[in-house]
C-alpha cells in the first residue's frame, strides 16, 4: 500500500509550507530587518547608509566567527567561556611573532611578505592546541566544562599579559592588517566576481539537492517555490556586494595615495571599497561550519551527541574525542578572530577580545541555540551577531548612554530566549 | 551439538563491593530465543550490557560462534555482529528517523559527506517492511510515538543484518497492537536464524516467544529450562524463591 500512496494528490499547502523554508530564519532576519528600520527611523536614515552598512558588517566578523564555533560547544550541551580570553592569548603570539620573534630571532626583514602567514598559521596552532588541551580536560578527565573554561578565562589573557610583558605591540604587519576590515578590500570589481560566483555556486547547490530528491522519488517543493527562493538568494547576494560597493573611499583618503585606488589624480576619483578580506573570511568560515554539521559525519555525531550523549555512546561514537575536536575547532576560530580583531586595531592590546565570550554566547543563543544540546544552526548564530552588534551600534548612534545600551542588550538577549522557548512550545518541537 | 553462537563463559562484574553478576554461564545458538527473567536488580541488563560493549566485564570469557571475543566498546560489539536494542531506547531525539538508524554507520557520498537521501531512501525501505504505517521521516524521532521510536531502534538492528540482537524489554513501552508487531518480528528474526536474548518482567510473553528461559536473581543465575518443559509458576517462583520447585519434588 505504501507505494500508492505516494501518487494520491498532495494535501493543499499554504505559501510558506510550499517554499519550506525555516520560520525561525524567517523570524530571525525578520528581527533583524526590524531592528535595522527602527534605528533607520530614530538616525532620520543614518543607519541604513552603505557606510554605515559596511561598518556594522566588520564590526561583526569577530564574534560572529566565535559564534559559529560556539554553537558547537552549546549543542554537545558544554559552554565555552574562555574564548575572549584565549582570542587575546593568540593574539599575544601573533603580535609577539610579527614583531619580535620573526625578525630577531628568524632575521626576518620586517615587513617581509612572509611574516603575515607564518604568524597566521603559529597563532591558529596556538588555538588549536589550547582550545584542544581543554577540550581534553573536558572529554577525557571530565571536569565540566563551566569550570575549565572560567580557569581559561583568568589564565589566558593572563598568558597573553606574560608574554608581551603587558605591553601594547604594534604596529602589527602591513599584509596582516590587511584582514581588519576597511584596511584590506577586494574593490568594486573583484568583488561583484565573487558575488557572481557566489551566486551561480549556490543556485548550482540548490539545483542539485532537487535532482537528488527527484531521482530517490521524495516530493519536492513546487518550481515556483524553487524559483522565488532561487531569486530571494541571488537578490541577497548581489543586493550585499551592491551595497559595499555603494560605499566609495572618502576624497581625502584617495587624496593621500590615488595609486591605491587605480587613478593618476586625486580629482573626479571614484573608488568603491567592496568586500573586506574579513568578511571573506567570515563567509568562508560559515559555509565551512554548515557543511560540518549538515554533511559529514562529524557533525551528526555533534548533534546526535548533544541531543542524547548515551545514545550517541552507545551507537559506537567516541564522545571524548569529539569533545576534543569542538574546543579544539573553537580555538581555532578564536585565533582566525583574534587576526580580524588585531588587525582592525593595528595593535594587539591586553585588553582585547575582553568580555567576548559573552558576545559569542548571547549571539549562539539569540541564533536560536538550545542550552539544553541539541540544537542550533550556524546561520542562526550569525545573524544572532548581526542583531547585537546593530542594537550596539545603533543605540550609539543614537546617543543612548552606554549603561543604558547594556541594559538593553541584555534585556533583548532574554526576550529572544523566550520567544523562542514559546515559537518551539506551539509547533511541538522540543 | 552444534557450535553455540554465543557463549558467555562464568562472566561476574562489580560495582562498587556489589557483585551485580556473579559467575554467570549462559549460551545462544542460531535461531533461537533465549528469555532472561529475574527482579529488578537481578543482573539481566547487566550481564547483557557486557555482551553488548556498554560494560566491561570484571572476569569471564566470551566465545562467539566458537572462537574467543575480545568486547571493550559497543563498537567492537558491533563488529560481531552483535545488535542492542535498548530499555531506554537509545535514539538521538533531536534528529530523524534515518540518522538515528545509521547513526555511528552513515552512508556516505564519494566526497565522504553524508548521504541523507540514500539514508531516507532506505530507511523508507526497511520501513516499509516493519511499520508500513511508518511515514514521519523528516521529524525528529522526539515527535514519534513509543511504537514507532521502538520500530526505529528494530529497523537499525534489522538493517545491519545482526546475527546476534539482544532486547532488553522492547515492548515495555508499547500498547497492545504494537507489542503483538514486535513478537511477530522477533518470531520472523528467529525463523531467518538470528539468536537472540530477549529480557522482559512479562513471564507469559516470555513463554510463547522463548525456546529457553534463563531466571537470574542476586547477579546469580537460577536456572535455565526448556518452556516446554516448565509452567509459568515455575518461573515464577524460579524469580522469587530463587530456586527451581521441579528440582526439590525430584
Redesign the interface.
Known sequence: MSDHTTAAPAPRRTFLQSLEVDLRLLGMVGAFLAVCLVFNTLTDGRFLTPRNIFNLTIQTVSVAIMATGMVFVIVTRHIDLSVGALLATCTAVMGMTQTQWLPEMFGFELGHPMIAWITIAVGLFVGAVIGGAQGWLIGYQGIPAFIVTLGGLLAWRNVGWWLTDGATIGPLDKTYTLFGGITGTLGAGPSWIVGIIATIITLLAMWSARRAKTGHGFPVKPMWAEGLIMAIVTIAILGFVAILNAYTVPERVVARDPSVFGCEVAEGCVAAYGIPYSVLVLIVVAIVMTVIALKTRLGRYIFATGGNPDAAELSGINTRLLTVKIFAMVGVLSALAGIVASARLGYHTNDIGTLDELRVIAAAVIGGTALSGGIGTIYGAIIGALIMQSLQSGMAMVGVDAPYQNIVVGAVLVLAVWIDIQYRKRVGAK | MTTPLVEMKNVSIAFGGVRAVDDVSIELHAGEVVGLLGHNGAGKSTLIKML?G?YKMDSGEIYIEGNKATIN???DS?DYNIE?I?Q?L??????DAA??LF????L?TRF???ND??M??ETRKIM?RLN?NFKKLKE?V??LSGGQRQSVAIARAVYFNAKILIMDEPTAALGVHETEMVADLIKELKAQGLGIFLISHDTREMMDLCDRVSVMKNGKMVGTERVENVTEDDILSMIILGKNPNDTAT
Open positions: 553488548s556498554a566498546s559497543p563498537r558491533r542492542t535498548y531506554t537509545a535514539l538521538a531525539d533531536n534528529l540518522s538515528n547513526l555511528g554507520r552513515e556516505t565522504g559527506f553524508v537521501d540514500k531516507e531512501a516499509a508500513p525528529p522526539s515527535a
